[in-house]
């Protein structure tokens, strides 16, 4: 695993690359986003009902966002901190930093883009999902979660993802995608706060049905290593997918595949391989006044636990402009995890939150944002579930605000930037 001080020096080392790379742009702009707030919470830290703990206090959330445009290629940095202040709970104060970088250079016939994230969380907020679509868009949904709060902790996680696109002919092109993930925390506890960490790449033949439809082959490989005695894993798979794009913010798909994992230390007299099948479908849709998500996937992925686990899941939003200034929202996320190795202790559990808000832009650079949050987690092998009600009233500030979006996206919680 990377320790702290090599983590902040590999990203260190990304961000000066990068800017040297964006500094022969033209167009830099800066665009900060404030965003000051308080927070009440039911159970704070999801644990069964009859035990949860309130908080009621404050949180504030800073983004500073660097960005540079040019002819062929675009650059993003951004660092920011994400803090929470309860003055009757002080044990459940926290520091968040986290921060993203992106650089995309566009060639006449190929496309290259670099995406590296980094984030110090709390478990409060690592392992317990929102609604938020997430960094990853349609049909990557934000996973890694083991869902256990109860225990204070703290996770730290790298995520780079270099792609590169190459047209072979007008119709048909090559894609190839790599990402390294790395999750450590600061106190290690088997079969609860297991770090990791996953190289995984693939290779797809994109072929063009028309100027808006393509279908994609594409093979896949990845090997997830947890901290023992967790169990290694490395697969390999093939999918199929189709795609529908009809402009920058509408895109419709469905994928099919099946992949085949083999685990490193298993006990004599069980089964070392495992055949699973996955998929997807959704959209991402605007529409006059209306924006639609639905994305239904199911991923087999390495969590914080430290097992691999199936996971079945369904996120949504709807957001409607209901005037040029107030638009209003409600979103949901439901999934359920169950263990890929069938001899595992592993407590296979469901997940659900939904989310009903509101943001009112009553100024140019000023907003206010309201929501509610009602979250249920319930593991099989425990009698009762935990279930909790919280909400948000909080005013941003965003100086330089591109009105073109429908809607704020909402920051530092699930990578959603």
């Known amino acids: ?21 964006a500094a022969r742009a033209d167009q830099w702009q800066f665009n900060p986003r404030v965003e000051l707030g308080g927070e009440t919470d039911s159970n704070y830290l999801l644990v069964p009902t009859s035990s949860a703990t309130s908080v009621s206090g404050g949180f504030g959330n800073v983004l500073l966002e660097l960005r540079d445009i040019g002819q062929t290629t675009e650059f993003r940095f951004a660092p920011g901190v ?18 993203y970088l992106e650089l995309t250079h566009r060639g006449q016939v190929s496309t290259a883009r670099l995406w590296a994230e980094y984030a110090d969380q709390s478990t409060v907020f690592s392992e317990r999902l929102t609604s938020n679509v997430g960094a990853g868009g349609l049909g990557n949904p934000t996973g890694g979660d083991s869902g256990f709060l109860a225990l204070f902790n703290r996770r730290k996680t790298i995520h780079v993802n270099p792609s590169f696109a190459f047209e072979v002919s007008p119709l048909n092109h090559i894609a190839a995608d790599l990402n390294y ?37 594409r093979a896949l490989y990845s090997h997830n290593q947890p901290e023992a005695p967790s169990i290694t894993t490395n697969s390999a798979g093939l999918e199929g997918e189709w795609s529908e794009r009809v402009s920058d913010t509408s895109r419709a798909y469905a994928r099919v595949g099946g992949r085949r994992t083999q685990f490193d230390q298993i006990p004599a007299g069980q089964s070392d391989r495992a055949t699973s099948y996955y998929g997807g479908a959704g959209m991402d849709w605007s529409f006059q006044v209306t924006q639609l998500f639905l994305d239904v996937t199911r991923t087999v992925e390495p ?79 425990f009698p009762e579930a935990a279930t909790s009600n919280a909400a948000t009233l909080s005013v941003v500030y965003e100086p330089h605000r591109d009105l073109s979006r429908e809607r704020l996206t909402p920051l530092g919680r699930d990578r959603g930037y």
């Open 1 to 21: 695993m990377l320790e702290t001080g090599s983590r902040v020096q590999a990203l260190a080392v990304i961000t000066l690359v990068l800017t040297a790379s």
């Open 82 to 99: 994400y803090a929470t202040y309860f003055p009757n709970e002080s044990d459940y104060h926290s520091t968040n930093p986290y921060g």
């Open 181 to 217: 993930y790395n999750s450590a925390y600061d106190h290690f506890i088997p079969n609860t706060y297991t770090g990791y960490h996953v190289v995984a790449g693939s290779v797809g033949w994109v072929h063009d049905l028309t100027q808006r439809t393509s279908w994609t082959v």
């Open 303 to 381: 969590i914080s636990s430290g097992y691999t686990v199936e996971r079945d899941q369904l996120v949504g939003r709807v957001t409607r402009n209901l005037s040029p200034v107030l638009l209003g929202y409600v979103g949901a996320r439901a999934f359920k995890d169950k263990a890929l190795e069938s001899q595992t202790p592993y407590n296979d559990r469901t997940y659900a939150v939904g989310t009903v808000g509101f943001e009112w832009r009553f100024l140019r650079a000023w907003t206010v944002v309201g929501q509610y949050n009602y979250t249920r987690q319930k593991y099989v092998d």
